[in-house]
């Protein structure tokens, strides 16, 4: 059973990949759902399901592409999504009884690869959600436009589309930022989990106070191009710098509300009314820690704990191992639930507006789920507890999937402007960090 939650790339900096954290099985939280969480009553499931057949439900952010990476080395024979998959978050039927009308699968690029490898990595998983899409055609829809998510629902099929996590992924090229626009990317994560030669993260020490003159160049290239602009991950001075420059409108791929709960890569109510004024969307990420702030504390906690235990052990880590596992047992990490969720959802709406709210679960890039909230299958479950909150059926349509397509749509008009009007950026950075010494601390 896994109990402390770690995002993915924050275990691997920290070295516990491998050491500590087993491969995920499905959780006890999932068999708890059922019998620990009060669901709807039926007659607001069917209506749920109604209205999220009526739009095109958009998911933000899933991580299946690095699953199938990590577990099957890239092979669609070795993991097949047409065949159950408990052990993962995502499969074809879990998509289908989710009502999923637009997937956008993230190409992540590890922050381990910042200085080198970065674009070669977004090529390949780029390259494995092409095969994806292709593999499965009854199911998908390979899909760039907003136009090809309505044609998607309107055939009854599951639009897929690009995301890439990470803007080391470019290697501070335009070039190569035009190149993943070709091959499909309609959105940039500025950074991951590491602060880039041009732009801050918001989980590591600042380096810019936000973005640097290329960094500017990469919010106008983007806009040029009619790629959006995901600030999840990015620093509050990212955030605001990207809200300065952008002429269209941004999206949080999967950010949850930080005044619920206080983990930085969350939108705090300034910038989540910044984001109003911009006509952009933030869309909820279910990732516990993001959503229970004693979750979130209690990662904290065990993160001090493991610095002190590699301390105490240096060079020993079956007894670093040994002794985490007993703290962990005595310790067990709250749980997040569904509910939870939903008052991320209210929130968002009472500071920014119903019109910039969506949902990006972050499935498969997560180690633990909320309770009620176990994989793709469930997001009507989601959408009968806001009905039951009061949300009315035209507040739904626009949470699922009308908020960000109309936000795809402003992106691609302010494109279709741009380009009459501006000539491709040009000119390349190096990819490396400057040296710490000559950067200020965060």
Known sequence: MRIVTFPRSLIAALGLLVAFVPARAQSEGDSLASSTVQGPDSTTVEHALE????????????????????????????????????????????????????????????????????????????????????????????????????????????????????GHAIEGSLDVLRALYDLGARYMTLTHWKSTAWADAATDRALHQGLTPFGEDVVREMNRLGMLIDLSHVSDSTMMDALRITEAPVIYSHSSARALAGHTRNVPDPILRAVAGNGGVVMVNFAPGFINEETRLHGERAHAVIDSLRTAFSGDSARVHQAFEGWREENPAPKATLSQVADHVDHIVAVAGIDHIGLGSDFDGIDEVPVGLEDVSRFPDLVAELLERGHSDEDIRKLAGENFLRVMREAEAVSGRLRTERAPYVGTISPDVPPEEETPAQ
Request: glycine letters at 8%; aromatic letters at 6%.
């Open 51 to 166: 209205l999220v057949e009526e739009v095109p439900l958009v998911d933000g952010h899933n991580d299946l592409p690095w699953q199938i990476r990590e577990k099957a080395g890239g092979d669609l024979d070795s993991l097949d999504i047409a065949e159950p998959q408990p052990a993962l978050h995502t499969d074809l039927d879990r998509l289908r009884q989710g009502r999923v009308g637009a997937q956008f699968f993230a190409a992540y690029v590890p922050s381990e690869l910042i200085a080198d490898g970065a674009t070669r990595f977004a090529l390949m998983q780029i390259d494995l959600i092409h095969r994806l899409v292709d593999r499965y055609p009854d199911t998908f829809v390979y899909a760039t436009t907003v136009a090809d998510i309505e044609r998607a629902h309107d055939e009854g099929r599951i639009a897929a589309l690009i995301g890439v996590e990470g």
